[in-house]
């Protein structure tokens, strides 16, 4: 099975607004550790006064983010359906 990296993820919401938002999680959840190395060295150049120390810390931090990027789907998405029923 081939992994999408996150910038692919993103493109899709773009694209697919009906993907289910736990699908982000699992996605970041099986990254392949090649890619975890290429997102850390890319982020740690980016923004060097904001490198994690460690692989697992910056594991931690994306997980985070990804629940973060998850409820405000969610949250877009009631709102969405509230806006819908009103009409």
Same mark, same amino acid.
């Given at each position: 099975?081939?992994? *999408?990296?996150?910038?692919?993820?993103?493109?899709? @919401?773009?694209?697919?607004?009906?993907?289910?938002?736990?699908?982000? #999680?699992? /996605?970041?959840?099986?990254?392949?550790?090649?890619?975890?190395?290429?997102? *850390?060295?890319?982020?740690?150049?980016?923004?060097? @006064?904001?490198?994690?120390?460690?692989?697992?810390?910056?594991?931690? #931090?994306? /997980?985070?983010?990804?629940?973060?990027?998850?409820?405000?789907?969610?949250?877009?998405?009631?709102?969405?359906?509230?806006?819908?029923?009103?009409?």
């Amino acid at each position: 099975m081939k992994h *999408k990296s996150l910038s692919q993820m993103n493109k899709e @919401k773009k694209i697919n607004v009906e993907r289910n938002p736990e699908d982000y #999680l699992k /996605q970041i959840d099986n990254l392949p550790d090649s890619e975890w190395v290429r997102m *850390k060295e890319h982020m740690d150049k980016k923004f060097p @006064k904001m490198a994690m120390p460690d692989m697992k810390q910056f594991k931690f #931090l994306v /997980q985070t983010f990804g629940m973060s990027m998850v409820q405000n789907l969610k949250e877009e998405r009631k709102d969405n359906e509230e806006t819908n029923n009103i009409s």
